[in-house]
């Protein structure tokens, strides 16, 4: 089992930046090892479906990225902290929404919410004027 608790969100102007951070801790006894396996973001705006960000690869050393985040957010992870972080930047309007870590057990990263195992609470992020 595995606890994601993300932070960073609020409330923001259009074009500011946000930087969000998830802490991943295993439960005692649990047969997964954070620093070995994928992760991703999601966002669920309301009264729409849940969306893919980003992910990233266990090792860093991969990245994907949705077309309307591309070039404004960058998704890291520092595995001995067992983190991983989403910077945006440029917010517009559009990305409110509750963002959302996600771990899955494997170690390649993948844009499909069915692939991911564990899920924060989320956390909101509001771009507003």
């Known amino acids: 089992q595995v606890q994601l608790v993300e932070s960073g969100g609020g409330l923001v102007q259009p074009g500011g930046s946000l930087r969000l951070s998830c802490a991943a801790s295993?439960?005692?006894?649990?047969?997964?090892?954070?620093?070995?396996?994928?992760m991703g973001w999601f966002r669920q705006a309301a009264g729409k479906e849940r969306e893919f960000v980003a992910s990233?690869?266990?090792?860093?050393?991969?990245?994907s990225y949705s077309d309307f985040v591309q070039g404004r957010f960058t998704i890291s992870r520092d595995n001995a902290k067992k983190s991983v972080y989403l910077q945006m930047s440029s917010l517009k309007f559009e990305d409110t929404a509750v963002y959302y870590c996600?771990?899955?057990?494997?170690?390649?990263?993948?844009?499909?919410?069915?692939?991911?195992?564990?899920w924060g609470q989320g956390t909101q992020v509001t771009v507003s004027s």
């Open positions: 990233i690869q266990w090792n860093g050393a991969l990245a």
């Open positions: 996600a771990a899955r057990t494997a170690r390649s990263d993948s844009s499909y919410d069915g692939d991911y195992a564990y």
């Open positions: 295993e439960v005692t006894g649990g047969d997964i090892d954070i620093s070995n396996v994928a």
